[in-house]
Nanobody
Framework: QVQLVESGGGLVQAGGSLRLSCVASGRTFSHSAMGWFRQAPGKEREFVAGISSLRATIYYADSVKGRFTISRDNAKNTVYLQMNSLKPEDTAVYYC???????????????WGQGTQVTVSS
């Protein structure tokens, strides 16, 4: 069993930055692909970024390329999402997820955190 706990969300003005963190319990973190997803009210959960266990593969959604950076520290069992140049349309609950292979499909992940709210004001 893997437990994921996100933090770092909050309220920020457009153009600002936030750094989300996701700490994982368990010994399998270093072997797990990690992903960040988000869900805005009334919308489906969408892929934001993903990183393979050894950082060899990184994917980003087109909507965040050049603004968001995913990274991980396997010694700290933590994955990060640095979000710069935030826009009001980035407002959503952000979730981290763990799986075997990095993918943009939510069904490819076995474990999910509880989410952290990000609100970007215009």
């Amino acid at each position: 069993q893997v437990q994921l706990v996100e933090s770092g969300g909050g309220l920020v003005q457009a153009g600002g930055s936030l750094r989300l963190s996701c700490v994982a319990s368990g010994r399998t973190f270093s072997h797990s692909a990690m992903g960040w997803f988000r869900q805005a009210p009334g919308k489906e959960r969408e892929f934001v970024a993903g990183i393979s266990s050894l950082r060899a593969t990184i994917y980003y959604a087109d909507s965040v390329k050049g603004r968001f950076t995913i990274s991980r520290d396997n010694a700290k069992n933590t994955v990060y999402l640095q979000m710069n140049s935030l826009k009001p349309e980035d407002t959503a609950v952000y979730y981290c997820a763990a799986g075997q292979v990095v993918t943009s499909r939510p069904e490819g992940y076995n474990y999910w955190g509880q989410g952290t709210q990000v609100t970007v004001s215009s």
